[in-house]
């Protein structure tokens, strides 16, 4: 339903760095160096190294798996 249009540019996210995982009871924020942020307030997906797809509702659980992610580039 609220999926990312087709030819949506992401490239800015290139190189871009996860400093920052803040989780509230409904939403997700993710701040990224050099100034991004992402709010997440749905389902999100999270793909490992190993390209396994684990996706969470709960924004609580997804913080969870997000603080893994901390400092990846």
């Known amino acids: 339903m609220y999926r990312l ?11 871009c760095e996860i400093l920052q995982v803040c989780v509230g009871a409904n939403e997700l924020i993710l ?3 050099p100034a991004v942020s ?21 924004m609580p659980a997804a913080g969870g798996a997000a603080i893994a992610f901390l400092h990846d580039v």
């Open 5 to 15: 249009p087709p030819g949506l540019d992401l490239s800015f996210f290139v190189g």
């Open 31 to 33: 701040n990224l160096h």
């Open 38 to 58: 992402i709010t997440v307030t749905s389902r999100i997906g999270f793909t490992s190294k190993l390209e396994a797809l684990d996706t969470y509702e709960s």
